[in-house]
């Protein structure tokens, strides 16, 4: 690999010597500023920073006193995540085989392994109502399902499957690290169930989109084909960065595929194993987006109360019409931003809202109940846009 300052790189005791740098540049466009230390002329930046920062990785040789930079290169991020894809396949439950009825008609996706004891993680649109399913794990072995649980609010399932010594994915520490324009690879099973494992290449196109769904979604052009849901979107490092789960399709529309954040993944994930359930906590009202909200203006437009569902709400003097401004302190401008920051409470807890109430600006203190999704998925059909796949 060639490093800026077009010198040699060299290492020892974690970090990493540039020569020939004057470390007085500022960074520039595509580039990264990380701190330094300059002794005897040498610049100096700790290798872990450096690694974050290209994405790569390395290893420290102390008998050569050596550092090897490596990337991991397209063919080598998909032989080693692969192992960690497995396709999904089964009969829609509607179907009807026993009086001669199309044997063929089935349907598939993808899933992610997430623990080496067999836990799974897909989309929930590709489990529920599915019956006979089956796991497909990369090596060929075939594997009924023992345990599955869904969430539709957040489109996430996890099954399990009797199997031992399964090579879990890894999963990215934040996807807040993700940018614009970083290439990712997604690997799935599209189209055809003979066509497991497809790897397809892009870039992340967009960051934080709400569409069509409960939470934040990653927007990328890597194609994402029927079949592709429940897989895994990868960077360059091997990192799962998303959960692949729809795509815009129509006349004139091109690679505008959408994944499930790996935050999102995680929070839906450990709440399955803690409670057996998502245990989502809610304003208890049923709320209404801005005009410029719903169409994609940048906007501080509040939202709109059109329901008070919860008896914690109604005890917060919380009334139809009201309008919301913030929750402890941050302002709320679409549901979407409200759902995400509820992944950091529990039914129970107390926010604080700052609301607008018979033209007075006040403060309410609110008792979170527990959403059963229902009052989501409501607002989210009401704030929903194009049908997307």
């Given amino acids: ?54 994405g790569t990785s390395g290893t420290y040789n102390g008998a050569s006193g050596t550092y090897t930079l490596s990337t991991g290169t397209i063919p080598q991020v998909v032989e080693k995540v692969s192992p960690s894809v497995v396709g999904i396949i089964g009969r829609p439950a509607s179907s009807d085989t026993s009086s001669g009825g199309d044997r063929y008609n089935l349907a598939h996706g993808t899933g992610v392994i997430i623990k080496n004891n067999g836990w799974i993680v897909t989309n929930a649109h590709v489990i529920d109502g599915l019956d006979e399913v089956l796991v497909v794990t990369s090596d060929g072995k075939t594997y009924g399902i023992t345990e599955q649980f869904s969430d539709p609010v957040s489109d996430l399932a996890v ?44 870039v992340v196109s967009g960051l934080n989109r709400g569409v069509n769904a409960s939470y934040k979604l990653i ?12 897989g895994p979107l990868v960077n360059l490092k091997g990192q799962v960065v998303g959960i692949n789960t729809m795509k815009f399709s129509a006349v004139g529309i091109e690679n505008m595929g959408f994944s499930i ?61 009201d309008e919301l401004y913030s929750i402890n302190g941050k302002r709320m401008t679409s549901i979407i931003d409200i759902n995400e920051l509820m992944k950091s409470f529990q039914p129970g807890q107390t926010v604080t809202l700052l609301i607008q109430s018979d033209g007075d600006i006040v403060e309410r203190k609110l008792k979170l109940s527990k959403d ?17 796949e």
């Fill in 219 to 230: 927007q990328t052009d890597t194609a994402i084909n029927p079949g592709n849901s429940g």
């Fill in 261 to 321: 954040p790996a935050d999102t993944v995680k929070y839906v994930i450990n709440q399955f194993f803690k409670y057996g359930e998502v245990r989502r906590a809610s304003l208890g009202v049923e709320l209404e987006e801005s005009w410029s909200a719903i169409v994609g203006l940048p906007t501080d437009d509040p939202l709109t109360v059109k329901e008070v569902a919860s008896a914690e709400a109604r005890q917060a003097h919380i009334a139809e019409g």
């Fill in 159 to 202: 099954i399990k499957i009797s199997a031992n010594n399964l090579q879990p994915a890894v999963f990215t520490d934040s996807t807040a690290q993700l940018q614009v324009g970083e290439q990712v690879i997604a690997i799935g099973t599209p189209i055809s169930f003979s066509l497991r494992n497809s790897a397809t290449t892009g």
């Fill in 372 to 388: 059963d999704g229902s009052m989501l998925e409501a607002a989210m059909t009401e704030a929903s846009g194009e049908p997307a």
């Fill in 1 to 54: 690999m060639r490093i800026k300052g077009n010198a040699w790189l060299a290492a020892g005791l974690g970090a990493v010597v540039f020569l020939g740098s004057s470390g007085t540049e500022a960074a520039a466009a595509g580039e990264k500023a990380l701190k330094a230390q300059k002794i005897n002329g040498s610049i100096y930046v700790n290798v872990n920073e450096l690694n974050k920062a290209l």
